[in-house]
């Protein structure tokens, strides 16, 4: 498989953009354990455009997560050019992708995000004017469609493939069912079969375990399978996916590939790997904001601890609803490193 000039390794795994989530700390650790590509948060080419400093923070990547994918959102063609050229001056992504996908209210109930699936003519429009105005490849996310009565992927697949993009991403679902159900595959293996599809088709939706991948490329025959939710305070996850493609069978003590040897992950190991996540959250954003700024920590955390309280290595802990709760409040590094600590010695 190939993007642009960029060659990936059989039945690659990318890691799927989401907003307060894919951070440059959570992506570097999913990229060493094995993540093909990131993609950062997603961007709002308007707030771009007019210089938000909070998002044009979130264009910073480190040469260690390449390729990294920068993914923005927009309703608005202008925009969205202008949006795509600061990116690629600033950032200079290996991919820039546009995010016709997202059904949150703020983004699709704007007409963004997954609301541009109301006017594909729009779409296309944006898509190809992004594509002539850059000279980074550019790839799009998208939908099924707005409804069950608008499935509108196949069609629309050609359609993008014809804008110039040079790989397309797609969630088996449509806009109305946002998160519920069960994700759709079938319709992606449907485009991913029609002979008149020559650019990468990425799977998206409820890949969480090994199982579910290697069904993904088997079945449907997806060129790579993005993985989102299934990530949150589990960035190993993409070890543990990779070696049950390779072997057929899952690895004894989830054994990972650090990038340089193979190794026994441990439940100490994975909480060291949390706390890890919160200190690289901490450095990028002193170094962002300045050593002295008394908040560095409280953006850290605010950066870090959906991921502590979503992660399932605590399900074994009694009563870890409380502990949660405690996790989603902490306002201090050190108070979150005691309720880490705490849940070490309840695992043990």
């Known amino acids: 498989m190939k993007i642009g000039n960029i060659d990936f390794e059989q039945q690659p795994l990318f890691l799927a953009p989401m907003e307060d989530v894919t951070d440059i700390g959570f992506r570097m650790l999913c990229k060493r354990f094995g993540a093909a590509m990131v993609y950062t948060e997603f961007v709002s080419a308007e707030a771009l455009v007019r210089s938000v400093k909070s998002t044009v923070n979130k264009l910073t990547i480190a040469d260690e997560e390449r390729p990294v994918g920068i993914q923005i959102y927009g309703r608005d063609v202008p925009q969205m050019v202008e949006a795509a050229r600061i990116v690629e001056a600033e950032a200079h ?40 105005a850059v000279s980074t490849p550019v790839t799009v996310k998208t939908r099924l469609g707005w409804n069950q009565e608008q499935l509108i992927i196949n069609t629309l697949a050609e359609q993008l493939q014809d804008c110039g993009i040079q790989a397309l ?26 002979p008149r599809i020559h650019i990468p088709i990425i799977g998206n939706g409820d890949i969480t375990t090994p199982e579910e ?79 002295d ?11 870090t601890r959906r991921h502590l309280a979503a992660s399932p290595i605590f399900k074994g802990i009694p009563n870890f609803r409380q502990m949660r709760i405690q996790m989603l409040r902490a306002e201090t590094i050190s108070e979150l490193n005691d309720l880490l600590e705490q849940c070490r010695q309840q695992l043990k």
């Open 169 to 194: 991403t797609i969630h088996g679902r449509t806009r109305s069912q946002m998160y519920t159900g069960q994700a759709d595959w079938t319709l992606i293996g449907e485009v991913k079969r029609n």
């Open 93 to 132: 992504p290996d991919v820039i992708d546009l995010n016709f996908g997202c059904p949150v209210k703020k983004v699709a109930g704007k007409g963004a995000g997954a609301g541009m699936l109301q006017k594909p003519e729009l779409l296309l429009e944006i898509t190809r004017e992004v594509v002539k």
């Open 293 to 303: 700024d008394p908040k560095n920590e409280l953006r850290a955390i605010l950066h």
């Open 213 to 291: 991948a290697r069904l993904a490329f088997e079945r449907y025959g997806v060129d790579a399978v993005m993985i989102g939710r299934a990530t949150f305070g589990r960035p190993w996850i993409f070890t543990e996916i990779r070696d049950y493609l390779v072997k057929g069978e899952r690895t004894p003590s989830e054994s990972v590939n650090t990038g340089t040897v193979t190794c026994s992950l441990s439940l100490d190991d994975k909480i060291d790997i949390l706390k890890e996540q919160l200190q690289i959250n901490l450095e990028h954003i002193k170094k962002e904001r300045g050593e």
